[in-house]
């Protein structure tokens, strides 16, 4: 075309990013790579191509990774970790400003890279990926710097096991790579099998930037190379991927004692309400659900419109999408690039066959190159909550559409989902959207903008979108773990009966369930005798069953949202007056105490008292924090509750191991089941009194004594339940964890190993960790 | 009084240059407070968008030489200065009808392109009108007490009569920002239709003077309750503000003008004025009418930019584009 016709026309022309470096990198390396190990490439191995899916072309051959290969790469980072943990923050977050610096300095050929491997616009590699990878390091070579002075007691896990996604290869590398360094780790990392590319251009850049051999090490291969590197001897697994091998891992490092943090999938809702800027929140789509082709464990792609302004919001989004250029990943005008492999454009449109009928499919009226991997922009309205493009994720540039009338309904909807990942809220009015936030199950909310990311916010989810959150003080946490290591703990049988028992003194007294605020006698209709060491009858403890449970973990449901909502001042009052009534029964709980345990109960029963007023003293001071984000905006960390947390109590400390458990849990807004000590329930059951006339509200505190390792399983299956703790001295800490798998359920777990519930290590910042979520809200602003 | 007279000879030529010939002229409507108190604009989303556009379009070679070519055919050349003369505009003129170098009109295959139109102040008009002569370059007055509006209502309405008498054929009116600032829309709209009145047949450019109007919303409402009093363009600035034409100022009103035009069928006119000085902005401007409004507002009836340096930015790059050199400003002549 000339320019006279294109000045008629007015047509955007071609505007190709150059790929010379990028593929000239390529050729140095004969387009063929081992792993990165001990701070060098190995020699190619058994590989398999990996291809450009905007063209099909195969861009080089990469090795797939045996077990073998992992193991020496694990090996590598063995031995790196001594040296590099005890290296000090400062030399640390020297590595990892140059780390950040290197990026800055390739980005470039990073960007190219980066679309010529997975598909994505130039413009989002260019614009995003690169430059939050950059700021992820710079902003961890900071939380190196300042970890030893912020975080005393903390040390790093060892050898990081990390398997990350497709989506977005180099960042997600940054996400787990950063972190882990900083905080004084050696890493394995697996990139996905269909975008390797940038983490071995990162390899390279790890040498110039001086980071030690082993310190970080790139294992390349497909699935079975990532489930290997989760089988290695590896002390901590990160994940970022589908909820399906989420759960897989999660079973597969049950019990194992590795910590593991998991970033699944999501069928995020986006929230508009009538009051928007519509066309705004149209354009907030763009970015939601057509950024990196929607192929966004977080993309906005639920969309609930209020009713009255769905058909006019429909209209301009329609118009919107037409508008949108799709082609060439590499053309610095275009808007939606490739998807990442054919088989990812086979499922996507499977998806949409099988359920788009529900609705009315709308696809943008563009153009899509003739080869190459590429899917409209589609939008698919009318859906009703139960069509199953509304509950399954399609990872695709497909956006699902429905109605609500008012702002609970919305809430309403937009939880109605496995997944809790992220949720955007599109009103001009604070008040509605300040209290649809907390309202969310989610971590991320995004007012008024949606797909905001930085380093110092964390980002995660809840639900089975995974547990653990990357970015921030918060996501560094992950990569640490407290000094101490508890001895091993000795299994605590009950005492056994006495071959002739004595008849309890007094009237006799009848432990039942603790369930909704009310005493009941356990389903089963089974009790168990309770013997004092001396071989005297103490009473009989109800025997809970799965049934109990459930009764339990319903009524925890129910005071859920009312307890999660009430003010930390009342918590905190609530707390104090249990403290208060148990003080006045001191004497008889320190009698009851010896009754069980044969040892003197008094200053059990005074450090729970002092237990029950450091929890009383949390519960309104468990603050958020605001992150200094770079936006003329908020983003909140806010501190929530977790939601129904089932416990398995101390064996050893009835009363203070109970009290532990229990106070941080409903100091933080939750509701909790627990079930107390197995050989000696009896001090709970009596602590269900001091609860009734403690102002706890029914179902807050539930009690139901019996096995452990049978109640356990029941909670740690239990689907409504949110998170499970173990602390019984029955080493069930494997079973907990695999069958917690099933709604990925937070697990915190002893692993066979005790604690000093009377010391520090009783209370304190890992209780209130794992009482609590951070959910963070952007808030952009300015008129 | 009717000010809306003026001469037959100033209506047949006004007829004859019309901006707006291809589609209706926009009509207005009654002035609708529900539709203005619904109007949302919302600040850091609209910049967000503006921010990412010129990382999300771009233009190379030959296509960016046709979009420049473009862009020049939609300037309203400008000036509007305390000591303009009669000479000055001569050779603004001038310029206006050969706004490039004819050599390197010739290795684009452009020749013949002019800018869209001259803007001056009243005193003015006669002198381009005479200059602008047989080319069919119109001539643009701004009135109305232009750059504050604060002169006598009744005066303001003759200035538009004795501009369209000096031979104008656009009038770009400056609104009363008070009418804005306490959210006295009827008064804005009754003031906005005395002015559509008065110009008659000449098109009629609303300037809102978006710099002072406090806030995107403002400047939302302030759009649409002009575009239903009848302006046939919106204009951001008298370029006299301390901040004129910005890109979420633009996509605010551009926005305000699909609104209108989805739910009236009438299309009005974007123009921002002040500010825009680099060909690689006149680009992103270009853009942003193209994807949020469509092709058609790429054409001088719908689009139009108010500039005076933007020109000779222009040129550098169209020469660089035909050598491969770099240019310098002195070979291309001045206004």
Redesign the interface.
Known sequence: MNVREIFESMDYGPAPEAAGEALAWLDRHGRRFGHFVDGAFTAPGETFATRNPATGEVLAEVTQGSAADVAAAVAAARRAFGRWSRQGGHARARVLYALSRLLQKHARLFAVLETLDNGKPIRESRDIDVPLAARHFLYHAGLAQLLEGEMPGMVPHGVCGAVIPWNFPLLMLAWKVAPALAAGNTIVLKPAEYTPLTALLFAEICREAGVPKGVVNIVTGDGATGAALVAAEVDKVAFTGSTEVGRRIREATAGTGKALTLELGGKSPYIVFDDADLDSAVEGLVDAIWFNQGQVCCAGSRLLVQEGVAERFHAKLRRRMDGLRVGDPLDKCIDVGAVVDPVQLATITRMVEEGGAEGEVHRAQVTLPERGCFYPPTLITGLSPAAMLMQEEIFGPVLVSATFRTPAEAVQLANNTRYGLAATVWTENVNLALDIAPKLRAGVVWVNATNLFDAAAGFGGVKESGFGREGGWEGLRAYLRPARRGPRLAPRAPVAAPAEGGAPAGLDRTAKVYVGGRQARPDGGHSRAIWSPGGRLLGHAPVGNRKDIRNAVEAAQAARAGWARSQGHLRGQILYYIAENLSARAAEFAGRLRELTGRRGEAEVEAAIRRLFTWAAWADKHEGRVKGVPLRGVALAMTEPVGVIGALCPDEAPLLGFVSIMAPAIAMGNTCVLVPSEPFPLAATDFYQVLDTSDVPGGVVNIVPGSHAELGRVLAGHLDVDAVWSFSSSDLSAMIEREAAGNLKRTWVNHGRGRDWAGPEGEGQEFLEAATEIKTVWIPYGE | MDTSTKTPAAAAAAAAHLPQVGHPRNAGMELDLDWVAAV??????????CA?LP?????????Q???L??AI?LIDLTTLAGDDTEGRVRRLCAKARRPVRADLLAA???EGLTVAAVCVYHEMVAPAVAALRGTGIPVAAVSTGFPAGLSPFRLRLAEIGESLRAGAQEIDIVISRRHVLTGNWQALYDEMRAFREACGAAHVKAILATGELG???NVARASLVCMMAGADFIKTSTGKEAVNATLPVSLTMV?AI?DYH?RTGFRVGYKPAGGIAKAKDALVY?SLM??ELG?RW?RPDLFRFGASSLLGDIERQLEHFVTGRYSSAERHPLA
Not at chain 2, 40 to 49: D, V
Request: proline letters at 0%.
């Open positions: 949302q604009a919302n600040t850091s989303a609209i910049e967000r968008r990412t990382g999300r379009r771009t233009v190379k070679k030959e296509w030489a046709a979009w070519c473009r055919s684009l295959g452009m806030t995107l919303r926005r699909r989805e270009l193209k994807d092709d790429l």
